[in-house]
T-cell receptor
């Protein structure tokens, strides 16, 4: 039973280029979350998606960042015109469909480490 | 402002000692999770606590959720070098509707042989 998969594991971009980060959730999971982690810090929520819907993007910067989770294929976090401050580890997590009474357990992928030169 | 405060942020002790990590907030959480993260990897879920006052044990690790569901603690007995890592607490916020997790800044634990 494969866990959450992310690729690439490492990504190097020059300032102004685009970065695309991919996440395949665990089998049977329909909820995907993206988090950003700076060195020596905890994870910061960015966006929560279900298939073809963005549920909560309150943690996403208003410009240059976008996310999608299409009906087919992985979830994509896209960063346009990257700047040095975008350098961080980006983690994807997934969770199964939630019953109204259930708590939310999220399972994390190994992350993509983005370095902007 | 940090919604979840973890303390201490860094802890280095000798093998065999006991330790406690704290996770505090002024907010109430519907659940609280503890993760452990190794360098270069994603967080791995250790436990979820849901009920106020709940205590869960995982071998030498004891997790407790505060009665008011605002705080939690992780106690490790007889620490071993294999316990070294970054420990993160994360709270699920009530009423937000989106079931997102809010993370503490982490406790970096080093157990010296």
């Amino acid at each position: 039973n494969a866990g959450v998969m992310q690729n690439p594991r490492h990504l190097v971009r020059r300032r102004g280029q685009e970065a695309r980060l991919r996440c395949s959730p665990m089998k049977g999971h329909s909820h995907v979350y993206w988090y950003r982690q700076l060195p020596e810090e905890g994870l910061k929520f960015m966006v929560y998606l279900q298939k073809e819907n963005i549920i909560d993007e309150s943690g996403m910067p208003k410009e240059r960042f976008s996310a999608e989770f299409p009906k087919e294929g992985p979830s994509i976090l896209r960063i346009q015109q990257v700047v040095r401050g975008d350098s961080a580890a980006y983690f994807c997590a997934s969770s199964p469909p939630l019953a109204a009474w259930a708590y939310n357990e999220q399972f994390f992928g190994p992350g993509t480490r983005l370095t902007v030169l | 402002t940090q919604l979840l405060e973890q303390s201490p942020q860094f802890l280095s002790i000798q093998e065999g000692e006991n330790l406690t990590v704290y996770c505090n907030s002024s907010s109430v959480f519907s659940s609280l999770q503890w993760y452990r993260q190794e360098p270069g990897e994603g967080p791995v879920l250790l436990v979820t606590v849901v009920t106020g006052g709940e205590v869960k044990k995982l071998k030498r690790l004891t997790f407790q959720f505060g009665d008011a569901r605002k705080d939690s603690s992780l106690h490790i007995t007889a620490a071993q070098p294999g316990d070294t890592g970054l420990y993160l607490c994360a709270g699920e916020i009530i009423g937000e509707g989106a079931q997102k997790l809010v993370f503490g800044q982490g406790t970096r634990l080093t157990i010296n042989p």
